[in-house]
Structure formats: C-alpha cells, structure tokens
C-alpha cells in the first residue's frame, strides 16, 4: 500500500544512507533539502485564508436554557482546495461549561470556487447580548507539513431572552381569570362597574350589592353580581439596583422578579388590562409602553433581556416619580424589590404615600429558601446559631412587611419557585375585589 503525506516524506527520509544524518553540513543539507522541498510545494498548495468569503446566518434570539444554531458560510474564491480548521469564538458564556472546545471548532473542506457551510451551536448560561468574536481559520496543504493561518470578524449577535419558566402556571390561572370574569358559572361579589345580572343574597355578601327594587318584585333579596373592570393599568417596576443582584439559587434576585413579571403580564393582558414596564436604580434602566396584547410579551422580554443589576442603592423618589409620570392615570402599580429593613425604611417608605394616594400598589419580593432551612436546623450548636439567625432574618422581614400593609400596600413575599403563582393570585384577588 502507498504511503502519502507527512508517512510517506518520513520513509524517504529514512531511507537516506546512515551517513548523512551525521552532524556535518553535508549531511544536513542532504536531509533538510527533501524536507524543504515538501514544505515549500505543500506551503504552495495550501489554499490562502486572507481571501476566503465569509458570512453567517441563523439565529438572533433564544431564551435562556435553550439552543441557538448559528451558520457559516464559507466561499472559497482560489484555485486551491481549502483544507482547514476552523475556530468560531464566542464569549465563555455562550456554552455550558466544558463544551466550548467541541462546540466551537470545526474540520472543513472547500473545494477551489465552491461554499460550504458550517453551523454553531450555541447554549447561553446567561442573559443578555452574546456577540460573535473573531473567527480563526488554519489552512493547510496536501501533506500538513505547513499551514495558513488568519482571522476574520464576522459580526453576529444572539440576544438571550429571560426563560419564562413560569408560563407552566399560566392556563389555571386563565381558568380562575375566566371565572372573576363571569364565563363559568361561579360568579364574583367584587365591586367592579360593569353590571353583571342578579342572584339571591347569601350570608357575607356587601350589603351595598343589594338590589331594593328586584328584592321588591321578589319574596328574596336579590343582589347585583359585577363582572370585574377591563381596560386598567398595570404598572410593572422592576429595582435593578444592589438587592436585584443578590444570587437566591443559581440566579440573581432580578431573574426570578423577571419571570413573575413575565406571568403576570402574561395574564393581565389576556385579561383586558394594559401592561407597561419600568426597570429603574437611578436612571431608567428600561421602559416598554402602549404595547397591544400581541406584542406585550415579546416587547417585555427583548427589554428585560440586557438588563443587569446595578451596584449601586436605588433611588426611591427618583423611582416614585418616574413611575407617576409613567402612570398618568389611576394603575395597579407592582414594585418587584426588596423587603429588606434599610432600603424600605430609608428609601420607600418615606415616598410611599405620593403612590398609595393615587394608585393601587403591590409590592413583590424573592424570598431565600436556604434562610426557611436554617431556620429548621437542629442538632449541633453551628445549626442552633443558623435557626437564630435564620428566625431573626424572617422577623425582620414580617416586620417591614406588615409596615407596608399598615400603609395600604399588598405584599407578596415568596420563594423564585412560588413568586410568580403567589403575584398571579394576589392580582386576581385584587381584581375580584374590585381594587383595579
């Protein structure tokens, strides 16, 4: 069987008499000669890198956990058939740790004048922009004794959208939407104003429900049923500030706030009312307005997509006035935050009345599950120490919760598994008692 390439120049040299692998210049000469001669043809058959054509197309958005195929066509315009290896750079976080080196090289064959195309896949570990880095491609000749090397920047970016994890909880609170909203057959005794029809009077029904003119023609007491209010506004304020960058699991506090605010944008849509964004530290971070229902979700989540945490303390009259110029009318404002004693004390609390004497306000926050299972550790002293600690931390936060209630705010304080469920009801809860 023949031998070719790099086996093929080895058995040549080997073949050479033993006397001219002796160290003189003689012997060398005789040695390299060959080796430079099959370097210099194989240097000659290696396809040029500087001129090859590169573009790319494929994907320009995931959500965060899935997969992005990015491709790259490659033209090749000489004479010289391309032989190479190809690495396609992207920031560390466009793959799963460990996957980088599989993912992002590739063995490629261009014959002379013709494309091929090569395709990337990517699976961001984070949100946001990942843009493309600079291409490395290594051409080789015949033999692979020499090889071409360059770079080209082939701009491409792929924008990593929150996952919206939370939409699983989305159909049962659709159904209990479409009971508050009189399509089955329960009915609600909120105090909505768009009359509904009449029921007779069960115990613990409002008593200003009372129809006196039906009640007459009747030998019961009937009572009006109201469908809840549509077309109200719904303010979302996401806090970018120091506390939103407080990892809670694997993700910072401000992942889980986007993905409840993701649910209940989702639901309060599907229900008539309008959805407007704020993301706000001290300056507005991201805003998203007059969006019909259509387009709400992939407006939020474009939006909320680059948005990190800022270290820095957050600006609550800054964050007071933005939110009344943005909410003109009167809203259900959702403040996606902190119930952490110092920035509500310092910060919220003082500024709180300018919102609760115009608006309905709601105030969510991501509770730390690893704080509930200190709390319940036993049985050596440092587990002692952590339920102490663990019991003072939730004190606080009861506390500084009932604060707020005490100045006519609904709380929502819930683990990131629980946040969005918990917003959903207490949305609907405040629907079906006509606070909207």
Sequence with gaps: MALTGRAALLAAL????????????????AVNAPLAVACACDAALAAPVRRLGLTRSGDTSVRLGDTADVTLTITNPSRRPLRAQLRDAWPPSSWLPGTETAASRHRVTVPAGERRRVTTRLRPTRRGDREAD????????????FSR???????????????????KHLPSKLARLRELDGRTSVLTRGEGT?????????PGDDTRSIDW??????????????????????????DTGRTAAG????????????DAALLLAALASRAGDRVDLLAYDRKTRALVQGRTA????????????PLEPELVETDARGLTATALRTAARRSLIVILSTLDAAPIEEGLLPVL??????????????ADPHVTDMATARGTVDAVYQAAAAAQAQSERHRTAEQLRRHGVTVVDATPDNLPPALADAYLALKAAGRL
């Design 149 to 167: 090397q360059g770079t080209h920047k082939v701009p491409w970016t792929v924008r990593v959208l929150p996952p919206f994890t939370s939409r």
């Design 194 to 202: 768009e009359f509904d029809s009449l029921r007779e009077y069960v």
């Design 353 to 366: 009345p300018q919102l609760t004497q115009r608006h309905t306000v709601l105030l969510a926050s991501v």
């Design 213 to 238: 003119r039906a009640t007459a023609r009747q030998s019961a007491v009937a009572v009006r049923t109201w469908r809840p209010e549509r077309d109200r506004h719904i303010l979302l304020v996401l």
């Design 294 to 305: 259509g387009d709400l979700l992939s407006s939020l989540v474009n939006a909320m997509a």
């Design 247 to 258: 990892r809670v699991g694997d993700a910072p506090r401000l992942d889980a706030s986007m």
């Design 134 to 145: 600079r291409i490395t491609i290594r051409s080789y000749g015949p033999l692979r004794l």
């Design 14 to 29: 080997g073949s050479l008499p033993v006397g001219l692998w002796e160290p003189s210049w003689t012997g060398l000469l």
